[in-house]
């Protein structure tokens, strides 16, 4: 069973910067696709960045220039580097995998808390 277990929110400052980890494993197969979403109270969860086999985008146009998403295949790690918080920035990040060779394609995270306050 493919697990992703998520680490590094908190509590940050306005300004500040946090980095998460997003760890893949129980699968033969390294995810074809690892992602990092965002949900805030009341809000839709949203894409902010992806990363493939070759090629790291961050899609969220609001965190453009402050956040970058990249991977680490040995380890099976996808990174999320948030710089500049900001307030509107607060809400549960969650990592998600696609990999196509498993009979569950899409696997999430549990979710991990970023707070931006002074």
């Known amino acids: 069973q493919v697990q992703l277990v998520e680490s590094g929110g908190g509590l940050v400052q306005p300004g500040g910067s946090l980095r998460l980890s997003c760890a893949a494993s129980g699968s033969r197969w390294s995810p074809n696709t690892m992602s990092w979403y965002r949900q805030s109270p009341g809000k839709e969860r949203e894409l902010v960045a992806t990363?493939?086999?070759?090629?790291?985008?961050t899609d969220l146009d609001s965190v453009k220039g402050r956040f970058a998403i990249s991977r680490d295949f040995a380890k099976n790690t996808v990174y999320l580097q948030m710089n500049s918080l900001k307030p509107e920035d607060a809400a549960v990040y969650y990592c998600h995998a696609f990999i196509k060779a498993e009979s569950v394609n899409d696997v999430w995270g549990q979710g991990t808390q970023v707070t931006i306050s002074s």
């Open positions: 990363a493939t086999y070759d090629r790291n985008t």
